[in-house]
């Protein structure tokens, strides 16, 4: 009887995950010219723009009131581009296997256009979802993005070039089968050891033409076509001729395999080749950066895939100070990759043969959940005891004095937010500004210890006695806490963008 219980149990839960199977096929299917469809802005309450009209659910490119176009590039569990439909019925021919190729072609176009006489440059915003996620219009993280897109354009018209011209704002969102069924928590977690795997075959597949051709261009139109611009610091704004190209690319659990697979490689050819060329050629800064940022978010991949990087950014040293290029973020809170990833791949690597303690650790576990990788901690608030205390007084002001959070830029009356926008930009070039004076040696490199208090609260320190200097790397590993990443998904979390944000800016800002 009780045999026959648990039967009709299973073969109830069976029936039910193979119904509610997600779709699997491509939902951004039209592909049209930049001005061939305009969305409106997201609101500031991203439930209000859940549902935009249907012209906008299918198209890529979005084009939101000429503040930033948002692209879309989707991938089917085998890493490949979905295929093309040709029109039936009331139902027009869909193309979803050009959107890579419409994406580039978009950008060159935009590259090569001029408005009123001058050149267009661009600030491309990639972003790759991880679990639950896939790129229906109404998705969570489409919406976040919507939204991240929106500040960015906001950022650019206030922080034009020399010639007034701000960057147009391009998103690239890529997509990939993250939510396989169409069921609630937390049913839907037992997809985690699934789209692991999903994950890595989209990791070796299509996508990795994607990449390589977004850092071609990047390539082409910042040194090439551009006399080999300086790329980072304030210089490079300042400078007559400005990168005409900044990325920043973003991946979140799944995404962060995926975004990792597809330029851990450019990263280590660049790093390694200071060590490989020492005494032929002075030390300099990197040949090239595959991106000006690239952040992974909760990354859900074994460390053992990270050992190559962590080999050679050790070894890199640096000339003077330069903004990262590369920062893996996990938050002590994350089940995810904190619990069920070292347990799923306890089964898996049951057959694996490890040569080390180390090795075997590294296996089982993702690296942010790894003393020996980490480089960096930051907190929501400074500890007791930290070097440079946030909260509080320095020189009789409190620091960030005047600086509003998000839920009070949200009370502003509209009339009042762009001044209050733009005060918060001043207060935070001017918090950084300060940071870089009192911790930058005259070689132009960090201090040994030292500690930043970001606009918002949170505070970065660099970890020490792992043996390694981290003062200047250009790879950081960082473990967070609670209260800037509560959870696995806590990918927009306000303190958590405010700390990006503000990162980001180094870029293009200081020293």
């Known amino acids: 009887m009780r045999d026959s219980y648990l039967a009709r149990v299973l073969t109830g839960l069976v029936t039910l995950l193979l119904c509610a199977c997600a779709p699997n096929y ?42 930033y176009e948002l692209h879309f590039v989707e991938f089917d569990d085998q890493g490949w581009l979905y295929p093309d439909k040709p029109a039936s019925g009331a139902e027009p021919a869909a193309s979803p296997s050009g959107q890579i190729d419409h994406l580039m072609k978009r950008l060159t176009q935009l590259l090569d256009q001029h408005d009123d006489g001058k050149p267009n440059d661009l600030s491309i915003i990639v972003y790759v979802h991880g679990w639950k996620h896939n790129a229906q219009s109404d998705d969570a993280n489409v919406r976040h993005f919507r939204t991240m897109l929106r500040a960015a354009a906001a950022e650019e018209r206030d922080r034009a070039g020399r010639d007034g011209t701000p960057r ?30 999903a994950a890595r075959r989209v990791s070796v597949g299509t996508a990795r033409e994607l990449f390589a051709r977004l850092r071609a261009i990047r390539h082409y139109y910042n040194n090439e076509a551009a006399s080999a611009v300086v790329t980072t610091g304030a210089a490079s704004e300042q400078a007559v001729r400005r990168p005409r190209i900044r990325t920043l690319m973003i991946g979140h659990s799944f995404g962060g395999l995926i975004l990792y697979a597809a330029t851990s490689g450019p990263i280590i050819e660049a790093l390694a080749a200071q060590q490989d060329l020492r005494g032929v050629k002075p030390a300099q800064d990197l040949a090239e950066r595959p991106a000006d940022m690239i952040v992974l978010i909760n990354p859900a991949f074994e460390a053992s895939r990270y050992e190559a990087l962590y080999r050679v950014a050790n070894r890199f040293q640096p ?186 800016a180094d870029v293009s800002m200081h020293p």
């Open 168 to 197: 147009k704002v391009v998103g690239v969102y890529v997509a990939w089968r993250g939510k396989s069924w169409v069921v609630p928590d937390p049913v839907l977690s037992l997809s985690f050891w699934a789209r692991k795997e």
């Open 319 to 504: 000339v003077r100070f330069q903004p990262p290029l590369f920062v893996s973020v996990t938050s002590t809170k994350d089940w995810a990759t904190g619990i069920a990833f070292p347990l799923g791949r306890s089964v898996n690597a049951l057959f694996e043969h490890e040569a080390s303690s180390e090795e075997g650790t590294a296996i089982k576990n993702t690296p942010g959940h790894i003393a020996r990788y980490l480089t960096h901690r930051l907190y929501g608030h400074a500890p007791n005891g930290a070097p440079e205390a946030s909260a509080a007084v320095q020189d009789g002001k409190t620091r960030c004095q005047n600086w509003k959070s998000e839920e009070q830029l949200q009370t502003l009356p509209a009339a009042d937010l762009g001044e209050a926008v733009r005060l918060n930009k001043k207060i935070e070039a001017e918090n950084s500004a300060e940071f870089f004076s009192q911790n930058l040696t005259p070689e132009h490199l960090l201090k040994p210890k030292w500690g930043r208090t970001f606009c918002g609260g949170s505070y970065l320190t660099p970890v020490e006695g792992n043996g390694v200097d981290n003062a200047n790397t250009l790879v950081w590993n960082i473990e967070t806490d609670g209260e800037v990443i509560r959870n696995h998904d806590d990918v927009m979390n306000p303190i958590f963008r405010a700390f990006m944000r503000q990162l980001y």
């Open 26 to 67: 491509a939902y951004r299917t039209h592909l049209v010219s930049g001005k061939a469809v305009n969305c409106p802005l997201p609101t500031a309450n991203a439930q209000d723009d859940a549902r935009p009209s249907t012209d906008c659910m299918r198209v890529t490119p979005e084009v939101t009131q000429g503040a």
